[in-house]
């Protein structure tokens, strides 16, 4: 299943976190799955996220969107974002 993650600093990672889940509708509607927020513990302003889509044609539009980009931007997000796109082979219980 094609995924990609995300990697960037924010400005305040409650006022992010908010905007983050705001926008789960429209991740839905681009052919979202779900994803994986994760904060840096030694630096809360560093967030990584994981985000599963049903094609990866579909994350590449995702990604390329101005409306996200502009959503990033309120949201407080710090200098341009790194992507990487990923390729999930399996999932463990643990």
Request: overall charge negative; proline content about 5%.
């Amino acid at each position: 299943m094609p995924a990609i993650l995300i990697k960037h600093k924010v400005a305040d990672f409650a006022v992010w976190h908010q905007a983050y889940q705001d926008h789960g509708a429209t991740r839905t509607a681009a052919g979202a799955l779900g994803s994986l927020v994760c904060q840096g513990e030694d630096d809360p302003s560093s967030v990584t996220v994981v985000i599963e889509f049903q094609s990866l044609d579909q994350a590449r539009v995702f990604l390329a969107s101005e409306e996200l980009a502009r959503k990033m931007q309120a949201a407080g997000v710090l200098g341009p974002p790194s992507f990487e796109f990923l390729s999930t082979t399996r999932r463990y219980p643990s």
